[in-house]
């Protein structure tokens, strides 16, 4: 008599024949047959992303193993059993991703409720000692509370509010936080993670960087353990990767990521993902993962407006029981305008130099603690910038500076701007060129010998040189 498990028996013998021992061990092993009838074999698959890969890779084999043991009809159902917490199953059927329905004549998926079964190993825990609570990772430090509203950052803070109300439960599933440096991404990645925790204690949140993920991936494949790996990531509830731009160019951990992901999804977990650009502006990001991202909201930071930093100044000196007159706050708000974290670093270090000099806080003090944050954030000027500096230092268009003539003044502008390209870009002689006013190496090369020796014999000339290179250093 032919039953479920004779047949699978039998095709896991032509299955091991065909595949290393390390994926048969995987991918076959866990598979229970538990019913044949008509010819259609079920098989239960411990979840969603079991089966995906199965299909994904084996799909051919599978479907060879079948129809050598029962003819060209033989049918595949897949049997996923599902964690017993979400009372409607219907939109995890909807949801199975249509491109892996291939090969195996009708194939369908099945849902049956029970508990995860898989044993799970902790990738956060140290090898052998077991342990499966896992720990948060999160930083009590960010709140909300302390994460001040401005325009700049409002709708990024109301969405990870309503986040960490409602865990999976909103439509800013999955929720992209992006923003430049500094602006406070992973404070408010936190801030979500910390108020999930302290609304749902039950919940299972975890925060991560994008590299550290991407380490324990590689890790778990070196250790054979990938398996493990993706299974951990399964559990989560709320999962919270911070840097994802970091994925750039990273297929493996691209490809881990997007199973993860979806398996979450589907089942109502929440994720928050941070980046330092839009998704539009994301590269070597694989597209479907970028589509991915779209889903829900992204929500940007930018950079916070001069209330905004009082207010942040005024909190984080509050904080530390300092006391600070308005006017140096003030003048620090109004010069450090870049982001949140050079703001701080200010505030830290007028604290520092008043306490270590025995100083008060001033407003010569903060002017020279401003003056160093300032120049240190100039380092990078860009060419075009240079050519708006230049053109406004001699009055007149940067497409005037760019232009074809030869008049004197306009020729000199140009050349400096070419000159001081070269001394504080990084850029090639060519690149130069074709950004300034579309000229050649050569030209750009002729140039800067030229503001040299013009800078040596002609003395106004010089003046030039030294009124715009304060202008890029200050
Ligand atoms: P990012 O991850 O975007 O580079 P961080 O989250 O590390 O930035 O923020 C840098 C610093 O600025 C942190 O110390 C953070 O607490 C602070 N910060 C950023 N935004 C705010 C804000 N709106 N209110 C208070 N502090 C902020
Ligand atoms: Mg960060």
């Not at 010819?39 to 089966?51: E, G, H, R």
Request: charged share 25%.
């Amino acid at each position: 008599m032919i039953t479920a498990e004779s047949v699978w028996e039998n095709c896991l013998k032509f299955i091991k024949d065909n595949i290393q021992i390390q994926a048969y061990k995987t991918w076959f092993e866990p598979i229970k047959p538990i019913k044949f009838e008509n010819n259609v074999l079920s098989v239960q698959v411990p979840s969603k992303f079991f089966y995906e890969w199965l299909e994904e890779h084996y799909v051919k084999l599978l479907k060879l193993a079948l129809n050598k043991e029962l003819g060209e009809n033989a049918r595949l159902i897949y049997v996923i059993k599902m964690e017993n917490t979400f009372g409607n199953l219907s939109p995890f059927t909807e949801k199975i991703p249509s491109q892996y329905k291939t090969n195996i004549p009708s194939q369908k998926v099945d849902l049956s409720i029970g508990n995860l079964q898989t044993e799970l190993r902790n990738p956060f825990v140290i090898p052998g000692i077991k342990n499966l609570k896992i720990e948060s990772q999160l930083n009590p430090n960010y709140t909300f509370d302390n994460f001040l509203e401005g325009d700049a950052n409002r709708l990024a803070r109301s969405a990870g509010l309503a986040v960490s109300n409602k865990p999976g439960g909103t439509s800013f599933n999955p929720l992209l936080i992006f923003g430049g440096v500094g602006l406070g991404k992973t404070h408010l990645a936190h801030a979500i993670g910390v108020n999930v925790k302290e609304k749902f204690p039950e919940k299972t949140v975890l925060y991560i960087s994008a590299e550290k993920f991407t380490q324990q991936y590689i890790d778990s494949v070196k250790k054979n353990n990938r398996n493990d790996f993706i299974h951990f990531y399964q559990i989560i509830d709320v999962l919270i990767i911070d840097d994802v731009q970091f994925f750039s160019g990273k297929t493996g951990t691209q490809d881990v990521f997007f199973h993860i992901f979806n398996h979450l999804h589907q089942n109502g977990k929440q994720v928050i993902l941070t980046s330092d650009k839009a998704p539009v502006d994301m590269q070597d990001i694989e597209q479907r993962l970028l589509s991915r991202f779209k889903w829900g909201l992204s929500a940007e930071l930018q950079r916070p407006d001069y209330e905004t930093r009082v207010s942040i100044l005024k909190n984080k000196l509050y904080r530390d029981g300092v006391e600070i007159s308005d006017e140096v706050i003030d003048y620090v708000a109004k010069n450090i305008k870049v982001n949140v974290r050079e703001l701080e670093g200010a505030v830290i270090s007028l604290i520092a130099q008043s306490s270590f000099n025995k100083k008060e806080i001033t407003i010569e003090l903060a002017k020279g603690v401003v003056e160093k944050f300032v120049k240190n954030t100039k380092r990078e000027v860009s060419i075009d910038y240079i050519q708006k500096i230049v053109s406004e230092y001699f009055q007149m268009d940067v497409s005037t500076l760019q232009s074809k003539t030869r008049k004197r003044h306009i020729v000199q502008a140009r050349q400096l701007a070419m000159f001081f390209a070269k001394k504080f870009t990084k850029a090639s002689l060519a690149s130069i060129g074709s950004q300034i006013g579309r000229r050649d190496h050569a030209t750009v090369l002729h140039a800067c010998k030229t503001v040299d020796n013009l800078s040596f014999t002609d003395k106004q000339f010089r003046k030039y040189v030294e009124d715009l290179s304060k202008k890029f250093t200050v």
